[in-house]
């Protein structure tokens, strides 16, 4: 019996988490993508439209992370179908929050369950992943992860691609203040370092490590310590307005740790509970409105469920 | 009432393991410095006699990392008192598996038991460390750091001393491959690059990443994967003779991992269980005899006590 339509959910998500540049992400509630999806008698992959992204993107599959996914997906299953998609926006873009990765997401959880669910989670990340190579020039999986898994994840490799999921301590929330401006990924990526100090690296994977002895043992303050970054956050903090100010404001809100969300320009505060965050959240952008520059602020606990069928 | 006599044994390490260049630690079973300490009315530090160096150690307290650790720990605690010190070496020296580490592990756990017991472990770690200074140019922690609290540790970070302990797998044993030749510390640590690529760092701690998420999960597959090593292991290897054939010997015989033993220029393979790691050293040492080249074997459970008092 063929199923005839899906919407799901997406949650948008942090990548990095500071030390962990380029293989820790973490999904969070309340933002994502929302996509409908129906086989169609035509027989290729049509966007038929994309809302909240003020006209922004294309609906040319081709050129969408959601169709590039999908059509890797179908490529794989040896599936010979026509599929319709209705995409909803319901987070901003080039935030760095993982929008590419949520419409990736969302295109092959909605896929896979109309087909009868041919692949696993895990196995979906993969296809996932290859809509990346469209958003950001390779294909990353530090936020297709999360979005798809939920929780924190910690992507080993990703050739062949190795996903781990890691424990999430119950009290976690983030607060992250959107700063209403452009950093294109690769403008972001462009700011790093080709080579860094052997020194740097070691520092850098002694606080990966130990972000994950943190989360399992459940010991917050260390995993606020560990997220210390010593390669990404300096190469790239300086292209956010007060980027400095913003995170000694977390700080002395009681966050704990405060870094850049992906590759920004969002910036995000790790708290032990939902009134932090709130707390922290307010001293963030408190930094921005004395200035006078446009943000929007998010406060969230970790999305442990990631991408789910929210309609059949 | 003072106590008058002690002896401690502190065992042989492994730093290192792989991916986690100077950052992880793992102490062995058998192998590891005795040293019988008392005070004296004479008021300084005498090292009265050391066995089983070959005589290649200084007596000269300035000169060894026991006296170095021990002037340390006795000038913070204002502790001006003499003590007598006998070092039998029960390991072998300048081999990769921190025989100066041992020496300043035993040491300031005999004198901390000498004096009532000022310190923790945690904190004697900090003071074996600077016995490390004289050894190796630089105050690492190691190999102190699972000499004294045994098991498997993870130094976050040196300045301020950060060390975790972490959990150890039952079934983990290690065979340690020990090729009789020189290869000082100094020269091994000027192979290693002062830049890494950023690509080849991302993969490191995403590796040092998994390999403390392989070990609260006890998934002992993950923890060999995760060992690999794109910084240290590449850049030394070349010194030591035969070593990637060894490796190749090792993981054929069914090793988790093989890689060097700290700054080499022993060769360690994890393995899963005792009689795993006997054929595995086996395999290793036939690749040396083959080519008769001179080696000694040892296959050893991890050590989980650290430093212990072994008469008083």
Known sequence: MPKTSVTVFAPATVANLGSGFDVFGLAISGLGDSLRMEPNTYGGIRIRSIKGDDGKLST???????????????????????????????????????????????????????????????????????????ASGAAHADNV??????GITLVRTTDPL????????????VAILHPHLELPTSESRKALPRQIPLSDAVRQWANTASLVAGLYAKDLSLIGRAMEDRVAEPARGPLIPDFAKVKSAALDAGALACTISGAGPSIVALCSSRPQADRVGAAMREVYLEKNLSCSLYVSAVNRKGTVITKR
Chains 1, 2 share one sequence.
């Open 60 to 134: 040319d599959p081709e050129q969408n992370t959601a169709g590039v996914a999908l059509m890797a997906l179908l490529e794989h299953l040896g599936v010979n179908r026509g599929f319709d998609l209705w995409l909803t926006k319901k987070m901003p873009m080039g935030s760095g929050m993982g929008s590419s990765a949520a419409s990736a997401a969302a295109a092959v959880v909605a896929a896979n369950h109309l087909l009868g669910s041919p692949c696993s989670k895990e196995e979906l990340v993969y296809w996932a992943m290859q809509g990346e190579r469209i």
């Open 162 to 173: 190795e996903v781990l999921r890691l424990p999430v301590p119950s009290r976690l929330h």
């Open 145 to 150: 992860a999360p979005s798809i898994l939920g």
